[in-house]
């Protein structure tokens, strides 16, 4: 089993409670405050004389960036940068990813950071200063991938990732609305400019449009039931924070086990997606990106979704049956025992990743 890292005073509360002393392994028990989930691990966290053994930066940079990149070594290697090359990082996000890309295509390499959130931006902008190549950042979506890039005047990359979904410190800042374990306002936006929110689908949505995105976006068997619950309660009053919201969800499905996530995390996922338009702007992305690829360009998609991983597979299958592209991901990969441990929020992940045929390129 992986060691887990926490920050220094949790290490020593942990040390404390596990009743461990220095060089022993002592079995753990913590919330994943982002999946809302209680996880079980043993043994897991090596201690030193300072507290638990720091791990390498990638286990570090939850704590320190935010997020932790997934899949990043996997992501790499399939994607293959190459110094000079011009990358897109359609989801710059806390710039793990992007600084790994940056690494690899050094000082002559370009590298386009695109993020609907401001927030993430001016983060990654400052955690890549001085990082290699020419950084350019732009908040934007990526289903509007070609104005950008007609925007910088470039007519197309030689890797394109994405990486869906939020990060973890999208997920837990009350300021998005997206977590039920800490309360705050109904938001989930990701995108501040978008205008509808969380609170409004919830509150204005017909029963029926409300059950049926709950199940096709989470497959919510027991969708029919919250959205009766959620019609119920809003007749009383507007539904306006999460801690709301989670608790009407909650009070129409079983208790979680010990081990299970909490009862209203797909719910929340499902009213997140919709808020966002995710699986729309992934269906756009899909649409618009080979056209903007350079013949032998690559396409990395990281999902957390089965409905997002379907459209990734069914696109890249259709491409390759065109002859536009080869798939090298047979399969999506998946993380390693190792990093599910060490980053629960990764359980879900799958990369798949296309390379565009080398031939002369043909009108997408
Ligand atoms: C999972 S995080 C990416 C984390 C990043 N790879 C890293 O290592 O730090 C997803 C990011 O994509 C952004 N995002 C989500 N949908 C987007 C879209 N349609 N266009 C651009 N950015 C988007 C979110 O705001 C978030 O910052």
Redesign the pocket.
């Given at each position: 089993m992986a060691p887990l890292v926490f920050k220094d005073e949790h290490a020593r509360a942990m040390e404390g409670m596990a009743g461990t002393r220095t060089g022993q392994s002592c079995p753990c028990l913590f919330f994943d405050f982002s999946v809302g989930q209680w996880s079980f691990h043993a043994p897991t966290c090596e201690l030193s004389d300072s507290g638990l053994r720091r791990e390498p930066l990638l286990q570090m940079d939850t704590a320190q960036?935010g997020?932790e990149?997934v899949l990043l070594n996997e992501a790499m290697e399939l994607l293959s940068p190459q110094s000079g090359d011009i990358v897109l990082?359609?989801?710059?996000?806390?710039?793990?990813?992007?600084l790994a890309l940056a690494g690899k295509i050094g000082a002559n390499g370009t590298l386009l950071c695109?993020?609907?959130?401001p927030v993430?931006l001016t983060f990654a902008k400052q955690r890549l200063d001085n990082a290699g190549p020419t950084c350019r950042f732009f908040q934007?979506?990526?289903?509007q991938l070609p104005d950008v890039l007609d925007a910088a005047e470039i007519p197309a990359v030689d890797v394109i990732l994405a990486?869906?979904?939020?990060?973890t410190n999208?997920m837990l800042s009350e300021q998005y609305g997206l977590s039920f374990t800490h309360d705050g306002p109904l938001d989930m936006r990701?995108d501040p400019q978008l205008d509808r929110t969380a609170a409004d689908l919830v509150n204005d949505l017909p029963e029926k449009d409300l059950a049926d995105l709950i199940f096709q976006n989470a497959e919510e068997r027991y969708s029919r039931r919250i959205a009766r619950n959620i019609v119920q309660a809003r007749k009383l009053k507007r539904i306006a924070t999460t801690a709301e919201l989670a608790r009407l969800v909650r009070a129409c499905l079983p208790p979680a086990r010990f081990g299970q996530i909490d009862p209203a995390t797909r719910t929340f996922q499902a009213i997140r997606m919709e808020v966002?338009h995710?699986l729309d702007?992934l269906a756009e992305l899909l649409k618009v990106a080979p056209g903007r690829l350079k013949p032998g360009g690559r396409i990395g998609i990281i999902s957390f979704h089965s409905g997002e991983d379907r459209l990734v597979k069914q696109e890249f299958r259709q491409w390759a049956a065109d002859g536009k592209c080869d798939v090298l991901t047979s399969k999506p990969v998946v993380p390693t025992e190792f990093e599910m441990t060490s980053n629960p929020r990764s359980r879900s992940a799958k990369l798949r990743v296309a390379r565009l045929r080398m031939e002369e390129k043909q009108a997408w």
């Open positions: 960036h997020h990149p990082d359609c989801t710059t996000g806390r710039a793990g990813h992007a695109l993020d609907v959130d993430n934007a979506n990526f289903a990486d869906l979904g939020v990060s999208q990701l966002n995710e702007n």
